[in-house]
């Protein structure tokens, strides 16, 4: 059974960061993909940042650049995703994905596996 496990989220003022979490279990997690996502209120789901089975190829939705930094470690079954200078706009509900091709790709569709996702509000 596949389990992706988001950790991390909370309440930070502007300007602030926050590091999310997402444990996985259950796959071979070497050989996937990884994303995240995010969700506010009565928006569509959008990618943040995602990343190659490898690590060496990484992307980033354009609001997030130089802010952000997803990471990942195999050995441990984890990915991460370091969120700097966050702001209000950043508020949303954040999802981990997985994604068993192992190659990057921004579109949800193409993930096959979700966490629960973490609340992540920043206060103006």
């Known amino acids: 059974q596949v389990q992706l496990v988001e950790s991390g989220g909370g309440l930070v003022q502007a300007g602030g960061s926050l590091r999310l979490s997402c444990a996985a279990s259950?796959?071979?997690?070497?050989?996937?993909?990884v994303g995240w996502f995010r969700q506010a209120p009565g928006k569509e789901r959008e990618w943040v940042a995602v990343?190659?089975?490898?690590?060496?190829?990484?992307l980033y939705r354009n609001s997030v650049k130089g802010r952000f930094t997803i990471s990942r470690d195999n050995a441990k079954n984890t990915v991460l995703l370091q969120m700097n200078s966050l702001q209000p706009e950043d508020t949303a509900v954040y999802y981990c994905?997985?994604?068993?091709?192992?190659?990057?790709?921004?579109?949800?569709?193409?993930?096959?596996?979700w966490g629960q996702g973490t609340q992540v509000t920043v206060s103006s």
């Open positions: 994905a997985a994604d068993r091709t192992g190659v990057v790709a921004t579109g949800p569709s193409a993930y096959d596996y």
């Open positions: 259950g796959l071979t997690f070497s050989s996937i993909a």
């Open positions: 990343m190659s089975k490898s690590g060496t190829s990484t």
